[in-house]
């Protein structure tokens, strides 16, 4: 049947099962290849992959002047960019989106402005980034910022539109609310799971916003480390850099899904 529920451990199993069918079908398709061709690099068996790893977490410099790891320091400057632009973006978001929800002149001034810009890809406007703020933490954060600022903003102000009714605002003006206890008792609690779930979906844009300019400009960092490696096709690397970034979004999905069960108990889903 249609969206009958399952058992809880049979939910677990099988999600285990799915990540076990991955494995094995990479290990068939890496032994295939090599086969063909023992120096193949494209599909690294898992010894490569170990080898690989010791490298990524070998300490850099000398023993006069030891350094982080390769891994470590691509980790810091990624999720530190990753951290400062999305969270700002996100303030942003709220903001703008609320205030073009709540009042129509904001909205008739801005819903235009913000829908169109809300079209132009981020990497789009790279070069306009370059000469605004440079290409060092600023470009950065203004890259992952300015990328999810438009589209959630637009996306709290539809939600808005679409779920807080007139006759609630009516009501709490009736009752001698004021705008601010209406923006927060209304608007803002009706559209609190809305937002928390536009916040799970901007997860994976920020981070292809962030590695698109790192690529480019970065010289650290885990899409400079990708680009670096692709180049002489260290593929166990590249590899094992887009399993943490997948494990990143997956743990912030998660974290935001177990948000909001515990924010908004009466919308679970």
């Not at 063909?36 to 490298?55: D, L, M």
């Not at 990624?78 to 929800?101: D, E, K, N, Q």
């Not at 609690?189 to 981070?207: C, E, T």
Request: charged share 15%.
């Amino acid at each position: 049947m249609i969206r009958r529920p399952i058992p809880r451990w049979l939910a677990i199993a099988l999600g285990v099962g799915g990540v076990v069918l991955l494995l094995t079908a990479y290990s068939i398709l890496s032994a295939r290849q090599t086969r063909k061709n023992e120096n193949q690099r494209v599909i690294p068996g898992w010894q490569t992959f170990k080898e690989g790893a010791a490298r990524l977490v070998r300490p850099q410099g000398s023993a006069e002047d030891p350094q982080p790891s390769m891994l470590a320091t691509d980790l810091k400057a990624t999720y530190w960019r990753l951290f400062l632009g999305f969270f700002t973006g996100v303030a942003l978001s709220i903001v703008m989106g609320i205030a073009m929800g709540a009042y129509r002149f904001i909205e008739a001034l801005l819903a235009p402005v913000m829908s169109f810009l809300a079209k132009i890809p981020p990497t789009a406007m790279l070069p306009i980034y370059f000469v605004l703020v440079g290409t060092d933490q600023k470009m950065f954060t203004a890259m992952v910022a300015l990328g999810v600022f438009f589209n959630m903003a637009q996306s709290i102000y539809q939600a808005i539109a679409g779920e807080v009714k007139t006759v609630s605002i009516d009501k709490a003006y009736t009752l001698g609310a004021s705008d601010p206890e209406i923006i927060y008792e209304v608007i803002w609690k009706q559209i609190l799971p809305s937002v928390l779930d536009n916040l799970r979906l901007q997860i994976g844009p920020a981070m292809i916003f962030l590695l698109a300019a790192e690529m480019l400009v970065g010289g650290e960092g885990m899409g400079f480390r990708i680009r670096m490696e692709s180049r002489v096709l260290n593929m166990s690397v590249v590899y094992i850099y887009l399993t943490i970034l997948g494990l990143t979004g997956l743990m912030a999905d998660y974290g935001l899904l177990w948000l909001r069960r515990w924010l908004c108990p009466w919308c679970v889903r």
